[in-house]
């Protein structure tokens, strides 16, 4: 079983791996075993050509993308002994010898076909994981020496890239014409609203999270702690993790003491007393349960 996803140089996009996800579905029905040749850039300790011996394989098929270009065609020469079979391919060019390579073509869209329904429609309906918005910040450089925001960003994405979950990053900064960036608070909080977790350094991170009733699991990017603290203080939430549990070693490294913090309020964020905590949170600031500096505004205005 190969594909794009199988090149050194190719690419696996969500819908490749899905439609090899519906062929395997096929393939096991069928009681077919078989073995997936994986990129090493993208499985680093998966199954890959150089680890296998082409003479140990009576067919090869090839899923979704183009049939098309120069890796294709080496892949026609490495196993010329194969029956060759592509499936759910696109056919850019019939003639070309990526094409004619094959044996059978089983395309999802050629220039004198009618197009057929693309695999990855019809994959596995996989379990899906949390979405979680990442907001951090490399910025803050008032806090001079006690800035650990590098080494807070490097362990937190390090061990995120770990996590099974739909990673979104996320930027607190409004901006009217980055279309990328939300124009209005209530852009970002429509967008915070559908998460299941914020994963954050920064203090708005935290507040606005909250302010959705969304759990947040707090980084303070410096060292003795200082606004992030302070305001998970402040709201009396406990998610909150110290920079300094956050060395070296922390990125995705299982059993280190940073590791095993980010884990136990990642999995208490997820679980349902941090759901229902992130609730009461946030309807405690909508419905003015908690003070602020604002409280305080008048009486120093002198307004009475």
């Given at each position: ?7 050194l ?6 819908g490749d791996v899905?439609?090899?996800e519906?062929?395997e579905?096929v393939l ?5 075993a ?5 990129s ?8 890959h050509?150089?680890?296998i011996d082409?003479?140990?394989?009576t067919?090869l098929?090839f899923?979704?993308?183009p ?14 002994h194969?029956?060759r079979?592509a499936?759910?391919?696109?056919i850019v ?26 695999l990855a429609?019809?994959?596995?309906a996989?379990?899906?994981p ?5 907001i951090l ?5 008032e806090?001079g ?9 490097e362990?937190?994405t ?10 979104l ?11 990328r960036?939300?124009?209005?608070p209530?852009?970002?909080e429509?967008?915070l ?9 920064r ?19 410096v ?14 939430w406990p ?8 060395g070296?070693?922390t990125p995705?490294r ?13 999995a ?8 229902e905590?992130?609730r ?5 600031f909508?419905?003015?349960g908690?003070?602020?500096?604002a ?5 120093a205005l002198g307004i009475r």
């Open positions: 079983m190969t594909g794009w996803f199988s090149f140089h190719g690419e696996a996009t969500a899905l439609a090899l519906r062929v579905t096991r029905d069928a009681g077919q078989y073995d997936v040749v994986w090493p850039g993208f499985r680093a300790d998966g199954t050509f150089e680890d082409p003479a140990a394989y067919h098929v899923v979704c993308g049939a098309h270009g120069r890796q294709v065609e080496e892949m026609h020469r490495r196993f010329a194969c029956v079979i499936v759910g391919v696109s060019d019939p003639d070309s010898a990526a094409v004619t390579g094959f044996h059978h073509v089983l395309a999802r869209d050629a220039p004198t076909a009618e197009p057929t329904t693309d429609a019809r994959a596995p996989p379990t899906a949390p979405v979680v918005g990442v910040t490399h910025g803050q450089r806090y020496g006690r800035r650990r925001h590098a080494e807070v960003a362990a937190v390090g061990w995120l890239g770990g996590k099974d979950c739909a990673r990053e996320l930027e607190t900064r409004l901006d009217t014409r980055d279309w960036l939300c124009a209005t209530a852009q970002l429509t967008v609203a559908r998460l299941d977790l914020v994963v954050t350094d203090l708005h991170g935290l507040v606005l999270a909250l302010r959705a009733g969304v759990p947040a699991l707090a980084v303070d990017p060292a003795g702690g200082a606004k992030v603290t302070a305001q998970a203080r402040a709201c009396g998610a909150l993790v110290a920079a300094a549990k956050l070296p070693g995705g299982t059993g280190e003491p940073g590791t095993r913090e980010l884990e136990r309020w990642w208490w964020c997820l679980g349902d007393d941090g759901r905590a992130a009461r949170t946030g309807a405690a909508r419905a003015d908690v003070a602020d500096a409280d305080g505004l008048a009486e």
